[in-house]
């Protein structure tokens, strides 16, 4: 099935919805470096990206006419700084906002579906008015602006076109969802909003994907599971895992247990005290000056990491670090963070610590896109878009 990728990024989403059958016949990103990984990437034969036509600029000066028809899927985490609880919250008056031309895409290709990803912040209270007008823009993506409309009252003729029950023209049945990647299989508790839309003609009844992992697994897992003798862990090591009252061995819950930054790094050398064995392993190099202080402590080894963050104070303001349970600290190498947001091992981060990181801090894990990507692609027709 053929799809356009925008606001590629190093490539999670696309890399996700690769294994899960999409072919994008273009991969848009206008940064260098992202655009500089995939290529690398490409040059080096990896599977998944060697076939990628990659265009990098600037994705306003993007016609999408000539895709009309031809792809099934548009797909894309348009910049989430307006939005981020770490950024200047600007949404709809920050220039960075990039929904309106995901939006555009899908009104100048008329796809038989759409995946688009943000960040958590876009749900909060202070921006739910612009939240649901991109919802109602997506499920409408033929009502436009008109030229000098402001986003508020274009968002009033949406909500009266949505309440008439007029359906002419082009409509996408959309589905949002808040997730933690954790709930589905990443080592990482990452929140993240997906915007998923079906185009309303193919009268697709569908839902988000069902969570397949959860922290009372984990727990369970911890306290009459094998987790530590899987781990090789000394009983004098073993931790209580927080919440122990309220799982009973007895209860075993249905789910799979959360999997844990341990879980991610099995098999990874220290890169801190392993110099030789590190350096045979891409991106698995020791960076120095991991420090602990408020609000940025580490992600402790038996819990899921905390959210990789790309940042704009220092190397996301310190907070992408392991936490041992000695308390000391250091940071996560480019290839542990590779692992924490599930890009295989033999894919290769151009750049420096610091841009890599922000690479991976931006990207949507691989396997939380190919679970999303897999049920879309299940809910589509084999035949020409």
């Not at 990206?49 to 306003?60: A, L, P, S, Y």
């Not at 009252?245 to 392993?274: C, N």
């Not at 940025?296 to 990789?308: F, Q, R, V, W």
Request: hydrophobic content about 35%.
């Amino acid at each position: 099935m053929k799809s356009l990728e925008l606001f590629a990024g190093a490539g999670g989403l696309g890399i996700g919805l690769h294994d899960a059958g999409f072919r994008p016949v273009n991969v848009i990103e206008w940064d260098s470096y992202c655009c500089d990984t995939i290529r690398e990437n490409k040059a080096r034969g990896l599977h998944a990206v060697k076939n990628w036509k990659v265009t990098q600029g600037d994705v306003r000066k993007v016609d999408f006419k000539p895709y009309n028809g031809k792809i099934q899927l548009v797909s894309g985490g348009p910049p989430c700084q307006p939005f981020s609880l770490g950024g200047k919250h600007g949404a709809y008056d920050d220039v960075r906002d990039m929904f309106p031309q995901a939006i555009r895409a899908v009104r100048e290709t008329r796809p038989q579906a759409f995946v688009f990803e943000n960040v958590k912040g876009l749900t909060r209270n202070s921006f739910r008015n612009y939240f649901e007008y991109v919802r109602l823009q997506l499920e409408h993506p033929d009502i436009k602006a008109k030229r000098g409309e402001d986003w508020a009252n274009h968002f009033a003729r949406l909500e009266q076109h949505h309440t008439s029950g007029n359906r002419a023209g082009l409509n996408y049945r959309v589905v949002t969802q808040l997730v933690n990647a954790a709930d589905h299989g990443i080592p990482q508790k990452r929140e993240r909003v997906f915007f998923v839309g079906f185009r309303e003609d193919l009268a697709v009844s569908w839902h988000f994907p069902l969570a397949t992992h959860s922290q009372d697994a984990l727990i369970w897992d911890q306290l009459h599971g094998d987790y530590w003798d899987r781990h090789q862990i000394a009983r004098k090591f073993r931790l209580c895992p927080k919440g122990s009252d309220r799982v009973s061995k007895q209860d075993k819950p249905s789910e799979r247990p959360w999997r844990t930054t341990r879980d991610a790094l099995f098999g990874l050398p220290d890169p801190e005290f392993e110099h030789e064995n590190s350096a045979i392993i891409l991106n698995h190099r020791f960076q120095s000056g991991a420090r602990s202080y408020k609000g940025h402590t580490g992600s402790p080894l038996d819990e899921p990491a905390k959210t990789l963050k790309a940042g704009v104070h220092g190397v996301p303001g310190g907070e992408n670090m392991l936490l041992r349970p000695d308390g000391s600290v250091r940071y996560f190498t480019v290839r542990e963070s590779a692992r924490l947001q599930t890009f295989p091992d033999d894919f290769l981060f151009h750049g420096s610590w610091g841009e890599t990181m922000r690479q991976l801090g931006n990207a949507v894990p691989v396997d939380l896109a190919r679970v999303v990507g897999e049920s879309v692609a299940e809910h589509l027709p084999r035949t020409a878009a």
